[in-house]
Nanobody, 124 residues
Framework: VQLQAFGGGLVQAGDSLRLSCTAS????????MTWFRQAPGKEHEFVAS???????YYTDSVKGRFTISRDNAKNTVYLQMNDLKPEDTAVYYC???????????????????WGQGTLVTVSS
């Protein structure tokens, strides 16, 4: 499976954006799907996951503001980001792996398929 993320942009604090991650090569129905982000000068950070059974997980800093969802018919995963803050500025990546297990969702090393990233910049 190959992933392509898009939807980033430059917004002001308090604005919203929706990121999309479209898969090709295989259907995503059986995959857990995850968004990571990497801020300038920092390591990749887990943002949110949605399992193949649609359970969702979020890092604490985005709970209540971000929503991850999936549309298997469109082979696409979304990240709806509301009330954006300057600290949300980062390149956002979608990722997955065929052998992913629930306990490893937050581990960057567990993923071997990555989209190219889409830049989100939030100005204050």
């Amino acid at each position: 499976v190959q992933l392509q993320a898009f939807g980033g942009g430059l917004v002001q604090a308090g604005d919203s954006l929706r990121l999309s991650c479209t898969a090709s090569g295989r259907t995503i129905n059986s995959y857990h799907m995850t968004w990571f982000r990497q801020a300038p000068g920092k390591e990749h950070e887990f943002v949110a996951s949605i399992t193949r059974s649609r359970h969702t997980y979020y890092t604490d800093s985005v709970k209540g503001r971000f929503t991850i969802s999936r549309d298997n018919a469109k082979n696409t995963v979304y990240l709806q980001m509301n009330d954006l803050k300057p600290e949300d500025t980062a390149v956002y990546y979608c990722a997955t792996s065929a052998g992913l297990i629930i306990s490893s969702l937050g581990l960057k090393s567990a993923y071997d398929v990555w989209g190219q990233g889409t830049l989100v910049t939030v100005s204050s």
